[in-house]
């Protein structure tokens, strides 16, 4: 394959290699782009969903290889040109960059899709290598060796990811508990009834869960590692898994100029304050389409339809506003939560029981009854249609009253053709 001249000021160049920056590379060529495009990311894959990470990944049903969005065949009929450095700076007024390897890249313009970086346990002990996280592939595959019946697995954080990996580890015969700070589990990203619910599952079935449980140290021990908590008790593992978020990197966009929030501050065609410069999935801090607000969405749905504005936009033609409502998943043994729309903006809720097995789905509406939010929860194959239809309600924004949202004898499909 040849190579683009990577000198030529005609080029895309996207930063980040990871799904945002694949999906937005191929949407550039889908949308006619004939010049050059240059992938730039520190990972030796190609582009990979991360979803299955937690999951498929860890539990041996997937391989990494089917997690790819790219082969090394796509990105050749594609002319992408893959480059496995880092960025050392960015020359906004210049439109260039400068890589780990010393190659120079002029653009015409620049996609961040940096994602973010793992946060880690800063406590005595927390740099232990029994003490792991979950980012990439590399992560995953060093985590699922460890992860034999009987293997005592400790996760901090009862977030998406912990949760998901402690229903992995007991799939696989682990023994697992889990340490949430907070009073319950899932934070705020959830309602209370649903993450009542995740409890309940995660107990039932084997898991020892500890909430209002602070780490403060740990320490080896002769068949492992102990976990010290802030009420005196210890907890005793073979691995330590930190699942307690990630933070964007803003060190490269803070030192080329561009202004930062909670993330790199773009506006709805998510375009930096600098010109040519955009940012898009985990690093992009954008305007709500609901609210206005700024807001960063770390999804698997932010990131696929982010890239594909992104690199409509980058084409210095017609600018596109991105549209799409928040919707994410996390799949816990049979059991799936979803959660739609921004149920924060809400003025009322009211619960809908999908099944006698505990499904439920919780709407959120304005002063004006219009949906804005939903959150769903029950056994994936009891509840699936009746999420995605709640989905659907949220993306058209209906309106409709408690009552009929609440009672069972309402169809949900129904409110779609009355909608229409």
Request: net charge negative.
């Amino acid at each position: 394959m040849q190579t683009p001249d990577s000198t030529s000021p005609a080029a895309m160049v996207i930063v980040g290699a990871g799904h945002c920056g694949g999906r937005a590379a191929l949407a550039l060529r889908t949308a006619g782009w004939q010049a050059a495009i240059h992938l730039v990311g520190d990972e030796p894959h190609h582009p990979y969903e991360r979803p299955p990470l937690s999951k498929d990944l860890l539990t041996g049903d997937k391989t990494a290889e089917a997690c790819a969005l790219l082969s090394d065949a796509d990105l050749q009929d594609a002319r992408i040109t893959r480059h496995v450095a880092r960025v050392i700076s960015i020359d906004a007024t210049a439109r260039s960059l400068t890589l780990s390897d010393g190659q120079t890249l002029a653009y015409q313009s620049l996609l961040l899709a940096t994602g973010g970086k793992v946060r880690t346990l800063r406590i005595p002990g927390g740099d232990l290598p029994e003490v792991m996280t979950l980012r990439n592939l590399g992560d995953a595959a060093a985590l699922a060796q460890r992860l034999k019946p009987g293997q005592r697995l400790l996760v901090v954080g009862g977030g998406f990811i912990g949760l998901e990996v402690a229903a992995s580890a007991r799939k696989l015969g682990c023994e697992v508990t889990v340490v949430e700070g907070a009073p319950r589990l899932m934070g705020r990203a959830v309602p209370e009834p649903v993450a009542e619910r995740a409890l309940a599952l995660h107990r039932e079935r084997g898991v020892r869960v500890l909430l209002g449980a602070s780490p403060q140290s740990i320490s080896r021990t002769a068949t492992g590692v102990r976990m010290e908590l802030a009420d005196g008790s210890n907890i005793e593992a073979d691995t330590i898994l930190a699942g307690i978020g990630i933070e964007p990197d803003l060190a490269l966009p803070q030192a080329a100029g561009l202004a930062v929030g909670r993330g790199v501050l773009v506006n709805a065609h998510l375009q930096s304050s600098l010109p040519g410069i955009f940012a898009a999935g985990d690093v992009a801090e954008f305007p709500s389409v609901l609210s206005g607000q700024l807001v960063r969405q770390e999804t698997w749905h932010n990131a696929e339809t982010q890239a594909a504005i992104a690199a409509q936009n980058m084409l210095d033609g017609e600018l596109a506003s991105y549209a799409s409502l928040p919707w994410f998943w996390s799949d816990q043994y049979d059991h799936q939560l979803q959660v739609m729309g921004e149920p924060a903006l809400a003025a009322t809720s009211v619960t809908r029981t999908l099944d006698e097995a505990g499904g439920m789905v919780i709407f959120y509406m304005d002063a004006d009854h219009r949906l804005v939010g939903a959150c769903g929860w029950g056994e994936t194959s009891r509840v699936a249609k009746e999420l995605k239809l709640a989905r659907t309600l949220v993306e058209r924004r209906i309106t409709a009253t408690a009552e009929v949202l609440a009672d069972p004898a309402t169809k949900l499909k129904s409110l779609l053709s009355r909608a229409a």
